[in-house]
């Protein structure tokens, strides 16, 4: 027993440790949209080899998590994100390198993709598959489990919650893994038709089925698909951000959160952290 919490501690430290790596990279690299596309090239030129090598770190720490602790859920869909904007990352730094994408190799980029991927539904099949109750009961079982929520200020998640309410707070979950797993879709098929691939119009229609299973509104789904840079109307200067179905949905979702408890003070502030927003580098010429 006290080895198994030695173990799980263990785990967690990892875990946040690789978070805070992760969080400097995107600190790093993060723009405002004040910045010119110069200053993104700048930006991005100046702190891709520091910002690539903390993503990396924050991986490594995150897959040592896992080792030590195989049915982490959240380490997995942190290595899953981390993984999505290091390969963000290395996209905009080859178009601001202006490379001819033609001739450039996507392999590493691609493979980040993938794995990212396959992290993100390990999570979520894992989350799923254990309950959220579960997970919950636990958290809150012991009287330093308590202590510790007080201490950070977080006393509504000690009382008892409902079965209902902890079915929505599931099901809120799952959602936000769907929007995350969507905006990584959505950006890997950028990636594909820039380059020449076929299997960007695939990739975008599993994006579009995953902000459907988020919640997102089929005006923001039609939007999504319709001003994809695969679109000649793309271009007149009315290209979709993605970051709005994000947004939006987060607004939504806000506005419930004071009328329930927080479902995991670990799992949600992980999902609901933004990604690098880059995405103006590709729209440089």
Known sequence: MAGDKFQEMSALALFHGGNVLASMAR???YVTEDFSKENICERIQSCYEWAN????SAGEKYEAAIRM???????FLALGQQQFEQ?????????????????????????????????I??????????????HLNKNFSSKNARRH????????????????????????????????WGTMLYERSIVEFKIGSPSWNETLGVAA??????????????SMSKDHCSNNTAANGQEFNIEEIVQAWNDINETKRWKRVIPSFRLEPLLRRRTSNLHQASELP
């Open 149 to 180: 929520l007080q201490n950070m200020g977080l006393n509504l998640l000690i009382k008892n919650i409902p079965p209902d309410e902890i079915a929505t707070q599931q099901a809120s979950m799952k959602a936000l893994i769907n929007l995350l």
């Open 209 to 222: 089925e995953k902000f459907e299973l988020a919640g997102a509104s089929p005006s923001d789904i039609s």
């Open 69 to 75: 602790k195989p049915d982490f859920y959240e380490a």
């Open 27 to 29: 600190k790093k690299i």
């Open 87 to 119: 390969a963000k990352l290395s996209w905009y730094h080859a178009v601001t390198s202006n490379v001819d994408l033609q001739t450039w190799s996507s392999t590493k980029v691609l493979q980040l993709y993938n794995d990212a991927e396959d992290n």
């Open 121 to 134: 539904e390990k999570g979520l099949q894992i989350f799923e598959a254990s309950g959220e109750k579960k």
């Open 53 to 56: 090598e903390q993503f990396a």
